[in-house]
T-cell receptor, first 115, second 112 residues
Framework: SQTIHQWPATLVQPVGSPLSLECTVE??????LYWYRQAAGRGLQLLFY??????ISSEVPQNLSASRPQDRQFILSSKKLLLSDSGFYLC??????????????FGSGTRLTVV | AQSVTQPDIHITVSEGASLELRCNYS??????LFWYVQSPGQGLQLLLK??????LVQGIKGFEAEFKRSQSSFNLRKPSVHWSDAAEYFC??????????FGAGTRLTVKP
């Protein structure tokens, strides 16, 4: 069966420090991968998605970046965190269909607090 | 434009009462529709999905949803709410390019 791992679960980082959040998927190949952010009491904001190794699409310009070094690994990074980067970050994967979708499977999330 | 609207930001129901969460969508073709639930501090869990066929779909935890094309709606229902159902609920529609569109969510509070 497929599983998705996301870590760390919680993170407190000072302003200006770097960030690296990792997400890995097991039990599937060639998944679409996604990074979402939830600000407190807000909905889901798509940050990045990837349809293959090295292929990253950015939805929101910001000081975050994403990379996909391996087929089932998706990394969210920042060189210098801002206070506004605080939030709940969710990784998700989906099967790659053409013109269809089977929905997403989400990781358990990372609570990032920038202080 | 393709979008999802959840008109109710917050709903409170008594335990044992019935529940209906509203979802309206805008989509150019036959949509793929989903309901997710999120407990505090957790990721989203898929409750149910609609692709085609029977417009009444059954999901996990006793939830069901009905697709009504004429009303562009996909409302989530449960006959009798349990205290453990308190959570945030998200409706979603896709595919939209390589993504889906999520509603803003409805927070459900269950009164004892």
């Amino acid at each position: 069966s497929q599983t998705i791992h996301q870590w760390p679960a919680t993170l407190v980082q000072p302003v200006g420090s770097p960030l690296s959040l990792e997400c890995t998927v097991e039990g599937t190949s060639n998944p679409n991968l996604y990074w979402y952010r939830q600000a407190a009491g807000r909905g889901l904001q798509l940050l990045f998605y990837s349809v293959g190794i090295g292929q990253i699409s950015s939805e929101v310009p910001q000081n975050l970046s994403a990379s996909r070094p391996q087929d089932r690994q998706f990394i969210l990074s920042s060189k210098k965190l801002l206070l506004s980067d605080s939030g709940f970050y969710l990784c998700a994967w989906s099967v790659r269909f053409a013109g269809a979708t089977d929905g997403y499977t989400f990781g358990s999330g990372t609570r990032l607090t920038v202080v | 434009a393709q979008s999802v609207t959840q008109p109710d930001i917050h709903i409170t129901v008594s335990e044992g009462a019935s529940l209906e969460l509203r979802c309206n969508y805008s989509y150019g073709a036959t949509p793929y529709l989903f309901w997710y639930v999120q407990s505090p501090g957790q990721g989203l869990q898929l409750l149910l999905k609609y692709f085609s066929g029977d417009t009444l779909v059954q999901g996990i935890k006793g939830f069901e949803a009905e697709f009504k094309r004429s009303q562009s709606s996909f409302n989530l229902r449960k006959p009798s709410v349990h205290w453990s159902d308190a959570a945030e609920y998200f409706c979603a529609v896709g595919p939209i390019n390589n993504d889906m569109r999520f509603g803003a969510g409805t927070r459900l509070t269950v009164k004892p």
